[in-house]
């Protein structure tokens, strides 16, 4: 099993400003053990106010615990004097890159943190070139930003991460305010990363499809790891996923409803995430004879 590169244990934490003292402390996150392997592609799904945002802003000590620890690489991160070296290993991506983008040529701001931390110039021209190259965006290094899509903005803030050589990106999602294609791009970068250059991805999403693409899939809900898996078994749990406000694949909840009528039971499979799945399994439906 591979190697962890972020581990939460027993994490609470609260935003202060959101407690009546008249109240029992309500805990955002509550008891939160976690862990991110390296070189994963790991997914985190949960509905508003469940705490995936919450534990991704722990990941690269954006927040700090009020109990129980997070570490990257052997880390902690309330060690305030390492803080450079834990971001400098896990860089992070919201969801608007308006938010993100500084300058008002696309290779200045992919080279503004490099600027900000003494890469030397050759490796700087190195670095955003590469960085570019690998989001697909070179071509657009001498545009404005606001010249660029919703998806190629997202593109360009993903680069300015990947130029400072992180291990991990967390993406808070980074599609929400894109449309279909903006979505198709985004996504196909964040796999190629993981897949080829082995960069460790962390994405927080209410995209049943995306995180259908992950390695392993960690539901929240109340501020607790409901779930935790591979995709095929987190989303074969149909009712408890929609008891927590949360939808499955399409193909999953047409599965779920054969089983729930009472058609093919034994074949209705809700492991089934993917069409090609759905179709082998309906040919197999199609083709038993009726008992």
């Known amino acids: 099993m591979s190697e962890s590169l972020i581990s939460a244990e027993g ?3 609260t935003y202060a400003s959101e407690n009546d003292e008249s109240e029992p402390v309500r805990y955002v996150l509550d008891g939160v053990d976690l862990d991110v392997k390296k070189g994963e ?4 799904l949960g509905h508003n106010g469940s705490g995936k945002s919450t534990i991704a802003k722990h990941f690269n000590a954006i927040l700090l615990p009020d109990e129980g620890s997070v570490s990257v690489d052997g880390i902690n991160t309330a060690n305030s004097a390492r803080l450079y070296d834990i971001r400098q290993k896990v860089g992070m991506v919201f969801q608007n890159p308006d938010n993100q983008i500084v300058a008002t040529i696309v290779e200045e701001d992919v080279a503004f943190a490099l600027e900000n931390t003494g890469v030397p110039p050759e490796e700087m021209r190195k670095r955003v070139d590469d960085a570019l ?4 965006m070179y071509e657009y290094k001498d545009h404005s930003p606001s010249q660029l899509s919703g998806g190629q903005k997202q593109r360009v803030a993903i ?7 992180p291990e991990c990106i967390v993406l808070d999602e980074p599609t929400a305010m ?5 979505r198709r ?4 970068t964040i796999k190629r990363l993981n897949r080829e250059q082995g960069v460790t991805i962390v994405l927080i999403t209410h995209y049943m499809d995306e995180a259908a693409q992950a390695d392993r899939i960690v539901v929240m809900d109340g501020g607790k790891v409901i779930l935790n898996d591979v995709p095929s078994e987190v989303f074969s749990h149909t009712s408890e996923m929609k008891s927590v406000g949360l939808d499955v694949p399409q193909v999953t909840d047409l599965m779920y409803e054969l089983q ?3 058609i093919s039971p034994d074949l ?3 492991h089934i995430i993917t069409e090609d799945e759905c179709t082998d399994a309906l040919v197999k439906m199609l083709g038993s004879p009726k008992k």
């Open 11 to 13: 994490v609470r934490f």
């Open 41 to 44: 592609f790991l997914a985190v």
């Open 133 to 136: 190259k690998a989001v697909g």
């Open 159 to 165: 680069a300015g991460i990947i130029a400072m050589c």
């Open 178 to 182: 894109l449309d279909p294609k903006g």
């Open 185 to 188: 791009e985004v996504m196909s």
């Open 260 to 262: 729930l009528d009472g």
């Open 268 to 270: 209705a499979d809700t």
